[in-house]
């Protein structure tokens, strides 16, 4: 069963705070995570991806892995109203046929000036 | 680089009526994967391409639905007949390898009445 949970929100933080924004995977072996925002009307845009555990770090974002948890994180610092949008976590789950990519339902982050 | 193109952008169309989504993905990516976006549903996977052969369509929600690609740089998703639950927007992405991210087409809104 391919599965990628995330909390829809909203969660609302205000300007210049932390964000958190969590998502949990079924399948222990899934290999590649991805976040992607998304804007009302817009298609997904990404914006990190991780491999391997622990942090990665580009600018104000940070993706956290942790694969015995089967738990990825994304924390934007100093949020700003332009942040305002859903985050989706995307996983992938690979067989001997092919890896498709599955997407979690998104998180609504709301950031208030 | 184009990026992935998608046509149309909006159609509206009558209950029992063919539809027929159309991709062209990036020059060079080896997968193609299309997409299905509702509120209540999220981004759901209907199928995926690799190397033009079609690899999982377990998310194909009906065998009114349907998916082609004849060559590396066109894909059709057809539905038919069409119904109004059919409403949604329609994406197609690309990538160029298994753990590679997803790059989106700007989607197609299909209202079904």
């Known amino acids: 069963q391919k599965e990628v949970e995330q909390n829809s929100g909203p969660l609302s933080v205000p300007e210049g705070a932390i964000a958190s924004l969590n998502c949990t995977y079924s399948?222990?072996?899934?290999?590649?995570f991805f976040w992607y925002r998304q804007y009302s009307g817009k298609s997904p845009e990404l914006i990190m991806f991780?491999?391997?555990?622990g942090d990665k770090e580009d600018g104000r974002f940070t993706a956290q892995l942790n694969k015995a948890s089967q738990y990825v994180s994304l924390l934007i610092r100093d949020s700003q109203p332009s942040d305002s949008a859903t985050y989706l976590c995307?996983?992938?789950?690979?067989?001997?046929?092919?890896?498709?990519?599955?997407f979690g339902k998104g998180t609504t982050l709301s950031v208030s000036s | 680089d184009a990026g992935v193109i998608q046509s149309p952008r909006h159609e509206v169309t009558e209950m029992g009526q063919e539809v027929t989504l159309r991709c062209k993905p990036i020059?060079?990516?080896?997968?193609l994967f299309w997409y299905r976006q509702t509120m209540m549903r999220g981004l759901e996977l209907l199928i995926y391409?690799?190397?033009?052969?079609?690899?999982?369509d377990s998310g194909m929600p009906e065998d009114r639905f349907s998916a082609k690609m004849p060559n590396a740089s066109f894909s059709t998703l057809k539905i038919q007949p069409s119904e109004p639950r059919d409403s949604a927007v329609y994406f197609c992405?690309?990538?160029?390898?298994?753990?590679?991210?997803?790059?989106f087409g700007n989607g197609t809104r299909l209202t079904v009445t």
């Open positions: 020059s060079g990516h080896n997968s």
């Open positions: 991780i491999y391997s555990n």
């Open positions: 399948d222990r072996g899934s290999q590649s």
């Open positions: 995307a996983v992938t789950f690979s067989n001997q046929a092919g890896t498709a990519l599955i």
């Open positions: 391409f690799n190397n033009n052969v079609p690899i999982d």
């Open positions: 992405a690309s990538r160029v390898t298994g753990n590679s991210p997803l790059h």
